[in-house]
């Protein structure tokens, strides 16, 4: 799949708009934000190497992934009996001494249309993650169960940050 999707552009625009403060108009915005109890060298790592997917129900291909700009990955989710992949690209890394984030656009086959952010930053002694996605459902079986998609997206942005966290 990932060789499949390589030169393949991602099925939204415009980059950026899960960014803190951009316009995502016409799409889904579900976001959430914790103070977490590590250090922020700890989060940084954890962040870069996808552990807000490391999840029983949740997982990114390759397990041995880390957050590179342009890198493709496929996130593995699992509702119920049924098991999704979909394939996405880093679009966006934010490097800084007090900041890491990277965002991801969703790929053709994935259920999904748009771009998620995560990050975490040194505000005022405090470690802050946080997770904002702009999403519309592309697949058809998730546009026939939008609701329950929704409540489904904010669980997962729930548990992010708890697996961030450790």
Same mark, same amino acid.
């Given at each position: @799949?990932?060789?499949?999707?390589?030169?393949?552009?991602?099925?939204?625009?415009?980059?950026? @708009?899960? %960014?803190?403060g951009?316009?995502?108009?016409?799409? !889904?915005?579900?976001? !959430? %934000?914790?103070?977490?109890?590590?250090?922020?060298?700890?989060?940084?790592? %954890?962040?870069?190497?996808?552990?807000?997917?490391?999840?029983?129900?949740?997982?990114?291909?390759? +397990?041995?992934?880390?957050?590179?700009?342009? +890198?493709?990955?496929?996130?593995?989710?699992? *509702?119920?009996?049924?098991?999704?992949?979909?394939?996405?690209?880093?679009?966006?890394?934010?490097?800084?001494p007090?900041?890491?984030a990277?965002?991801?656009?969703?790929?053709?086959? !994935? *259920?999904?249309?748009?771009?998620?952010?995560?990050?975490?930053?040194?505000?005022?002694? %405090?470690? *802050?993650?946080?997770?904002?996605?702009?999403?519309?459902?592309?697949?058809?079986?998730? +546009?026939?169960?939008?609701?329950?998609?929704?409540?489904?997206?904010?669980?997962?942005?729930?548990?992010?940050?708890?697996?961030?966290?450790?």
């Amino acid at each position: @799949m990932l060789a499949g999707v390589a030169a393949r552009a991602v099925t939204y625009s415009p980059i950026g @708009m899960s %960014r803190p403060g951009a316009n995502a108009s016409g799409f !889904h915005l579900e976001e !959430h %934000r914790a103070g977490l109890v590590l250090d922020f060298a700890t989060a940084r790592e %954890r962040l870069a190497r996808f552990a807000t997917h490391a999840l029983p129900y949740l997982f990114v291909y390759p +397990r041995d992934a880390r957050v590179v700009l342009r +890198r493709d990955v496929v996130v593995c989710a699992r *509702v119920g009996a049924v098991w999704s992949i979909n394939p996405c690209r880093v679009v966006l890394v934010e490097d800084t001494p007090d900041r890491f984030a990277y965002a991801y656009g969703t790929l053709p086959g !994935h *259920v999904e249309s748009g771009e998620e952010w995560f990050s975490v930053e040194r505000v005022g002694g %405090r470690v *802050v993650a946080e997770t904002r996605a702009c999403a519309r459902m592309a697949d058809l079986f998730a +546009r026939l169960a939008t609701p329950i998609a929704r409540r489904v997206q904010r669980r997962v942005k729930v548990d992010y940050l708890r697996a961030l966290a450790g």
